[in-house]
């Protein structure tokens, strides 16, 4: 985590540059007050772990830096992190609300993926129950 804050500083002091000057104390680096966000998969703002694939395929991440990922989408070794580098000063931190299962089926069509493995993924932010796990609720009732 800690070469993680410092990479992003470097992003935003040296490779993109748009806070070349920011002197930030440890206690505002907590507070998170500079311009910018590096949401990550997994987390509130993104929470589809599936999206990793995309990521280190874009990047092919195993081949540049040995790290892989297991089959639950947790990066190997456990140490490593991922994330995007979002600087636009207006940016912030945010959660996903809870979803419905039109939304899901849509992601589900566009992702090129079948609706019960979206829900799979996406389990913890569902407004619903669904329809195979319902059915597990009915039977054991």
Known sequence: EAFAERMHERVRKE?????PDEKFTSDDLVEE??????????????PDHTEKDTLFRLLDATNQTGVELTE?????????VSG???GH??????????VERDQ???????KGMAVKDVERWLGPVL???????AKEVETAA
């Open 33 to 46: 007050a500079y311009a910018g966000i590096r949401p990550a998969p997994g987390y509130p703002a993104q």
């Open 89 to 98: 000063p207006e940016s912030y931190y945010f959660g996903v609300a809870k």
């Open 15 to 19: 490779f993109w540059g748009y806070a």
């Open 72 to 80: 639950s989408y947790a990066m190997w070794p456990g140490s490593s």
């Open 127 to 133: 407004n619903y129950v669904p329809t195979d796990a």
């Open 104 to 110: 899901v089926e849509d992601y589900a069509r566009r």
């Open 84 to 86: 995007l580098y979002i």
